[in-house]
């Protein structure tokens, strides 16, 4: 496997399309192997299961204020039957696991040099869908952010932005003996999602007015620091994994204008890290309960599975994702 700094020679510069194949649709999800993944399972020594995923509507209104809450009907063809549907079930609303076709780069298109004008409706082309028929199972590591600084007594709000480098990680990793071996699946916990959900409707609305979050510096020492680890999937429990709002950023581009609708995506590490190294992303994932487990038993690692939604082209799914110690 090349390291980022090989991938420097790559074409596009910084890209793994070469790496798993100009046809692959899976990403950095290749580096879950089958012997990775048989080795992982036995880290299962107590059954002790943590699921992952927030309810539906537990982040309503959504901080960007672009997902509607899902309505859930529920009807009965006669007084023994109950069948229900949904309305507006927007699949990056909760907790949510980014496809490869969910951001591209301005210079270099979506994953693989899929044209942005290619990813259209009736696209599906690198869609959630190649994860769920995969499978996604193997070794998770959390690093527990917030419970790091407070030990260490420095100063920590999960409502700031609080920029995590490269140095920081793995001084979090020392601090909870924890090591890499390959095809990692990485969980970050800063408290932002437990914060968030903890307020009520109005002081969601007033934070929404100011929102920030802690997250990864966009950094190009951030992605060497994911590539050469082969991390497979990183996700943490806010909205964008990456630090919100961008402060400093390696990857400005020049003359670029800000789009008419949405969010403005410039300086933001989704870009090289999905669109050019195909990383799997999950944001908004529940990790209070695994996180509380983890600092009482001292173990870091599990058994973690992720089956996104088998909906063809799909840009986003909840993850359904369990870690099992």
């Known amino acids: 496997m090349p390291t980022y700094d090989e991938l420097a020679t790559a074409q596009p510069p910084g890209s793994s399309w070469n790496v798993f194949g100009r046809d692959d649709q899976l990403g950095t999800v290749n580096f879950l192997t089958p012997e990775r993944v048989a080795d992982a399972a036995r880290l299962i020594r107590t059954g002790r299961r943590f699921s992952l995923d927030y309810a539906l509507n537990a982040f309503d209104p959504y901080p960007t204020g672009t997902r509607p809450a899902t309505e859930h009907h529920v009807f009965a063809n006669n007084e023994f039957h109950r069948d229900d549907w949904l309305d507006s079930f927007y699949l990056q609303s909760t907790s ?134 082969e991390i497979a999937l990183v996700a943490s429990d806010t909205p964008a994994v990456e630090a919100d709002p961008v402060i400093d950023s390696d990857f400005r581009l020049a003359d670029e204008k800000v789009p008419e609708r949405g969010v403005n995506h410039s300086g933001m590490l989704h870009r090289p890290l999905i669109a050019l190294l195909g990383m799997a992303v999950g944001e908004l994932w529940k990790v209070d309960d695994l996180a509380a487990d983890c600092a009482a038993d001292g173990v870091y690692e599990f058994f973690l599975t992720c089956k996104p939604l088998n909906i063809v082209g799909g840009v986003g799914s909840p993850p359904n994702a369990m870690a099992i110690k």
């Open 96 to 229: 949510q696991l980014d496809s490869l076709r969910h951001i591209g780069h301005p210079e270099h298109g979506f994953y693989n040099g899929l044209p942005a004008a290619d990813n259209n409706q009736g696209s599906t082309q690198l869609g959630i869908h190649n994860w769920s028929d995969s499978g996604i199972a193997g070794r998770g590591v959390l690093l527990d952010v917030q419970r790091f600084f407070e030990n260490e007594g420095r100063p920590f709000d999960c409502e700031q932005t609080v920029v995590l480098d490269a140095s920081t990680l793995d001084e979090i990793a020392e601090s909870q003996n924890v090591s890499w071996s390959g095809g990692d699946m990485l969980l970050l916990r800063t408290g932002w999602s437990e914060n968030y959900v903890a307020k009520s409707r109005d002081e969601r609305i007033e934070f929404n007015s100011r929102n920030k979050s802690p997250g990864l510096a966009q950094r190009e020492e951030i992605l060497r620091w994911l590539w050469d680890r």
